[in-house]
């Protein structure tokens, strides 16, 4: 199975439309990512304010305009031009003052220890070179740097919600195209050992799942698939939060060490 990038290219202007797919990492998932990259960021005791951030493949700037409006410094890097102009947009729009630029995470276009933090939510399963991406954002992070990512394991469970339910199941599938590969997948020991060998100290993974045990859930699922109810309600009504489960998806944090 060949993931198909270029989806975000083409439906890609419609990030913030809440009844634009993409907008289902939105609704509660970005506020979870955020809410426990923050809790990290505490018991660090890093204050936002004043620190450089780096988003690795921003997309259309959720977590961009999370950190930003925290008061960190934040540059978004993305391949996809279409999602950068919808990104830029939407920050001007709301004032926010956040540089965006074209760039893949195995050759991220930034100086080297330029930023204090970085983080790399949905991204991971998706590049070509994962190793390759880590060592990069190693490179763009100071000393003691915080890195913060959010990924998809490589399990039963994963392959049932992201590839059957999502993309391949006629009657369930979200997306007409394929998103996601099953093969990348990254377990937390694989994602580890690589973290490892590029320069950082793993300090935590948790999981990142829905908290809402509502049996009506399936029915907003369905009614989401028919256009009754739109992509960032159906986010929200699922409370992403942090699980002590790793099973589905995953989030956590590392440290750049010094060289």
Same mark, same amino acid.
Request: hydrophobic content about 35%.
């Given at each position: 199975m060949s993931?198909?990038? &270029?989806?975000?290219?083409r439906i890609g202007s419609g990030w913030w439309d809440e009844d634009n797919p993409l907008n289902m990492l939105q609704g509660s998932m970005t506020?979870?990512?955020?809410?426990?990259f923050a809790s990290v960021m505490r018991d660090h005791g890093r204050s936002p304010d004043g620190l450089r951030g780096l988003d690795v493949g921003c997309g259309g700037g959720f977590m961009s305009e999370r950190f930003a409006r925290a008061g960190v410094t934040v540059l978004g890097i993305d391949? #996809?031009?279409? #999602? $950068? +102009? %919808?990104a830029r947009k939407h920050a001007e729009t709301n004032g926010l003052p956040i540089e965006y630029r074209t760039g893949f995470g195995e050759e991220l276009p930034v100086d080297d220890q330029a930023f204090d933090i970085a983080f790399c939510c949905d991204v991971l399963e998706h590049v070509s070179d994962l190793d390759k991406v880590i060592s990069e954002t190693a490179r763009a992070l100071k000393p003691g740097g915080l890195y913060f990512f959010d990924t998809i394991?490589?399990?039963?469970a994963a392959n049932l919600l992201m590839i059957k339910l999502m993309q391949d199941w006629r009657f369930t599938r979200v997306f007409d195209t394929a998103i996601h590969d099953p093969t990348m997948f990254i377990?937390?020991?694989?994602?580890?050992? +690589? $973290?490892?060998?590029? &320069?950082?100290?793993?300090c935590e993974f948790v999981g990142l799942a829905p908290h809402t045990a509502n049996p009506r859930i399936a029915i907003d699922f369905l009614r989401t698939r028919i256009g009754r109810l739109s992509f960032g309600e159906f986010s929200?009504?699922?409370?992403? &939060?942090? %699980?002590k489960s790793t099973a589905a998806s995953y989030m956590g944090y590392a440290v750049r060490i010094a060289d």
């Open positions: 993931i198909d990038n &270029g989806v975000y290219d506020p979870a990512r955020f809410d426990y391949p #996809s031009e279409v #999602s $950068l +102009a %919808t394991n490589r399990t039963w377990t937390p020991n694989e994602l580890s050992e +690589a $973290l490892r060998r590029n &320069g950082f100290v793993v929200r009504r699922l409370h992403f &939060g942090k %699980t």
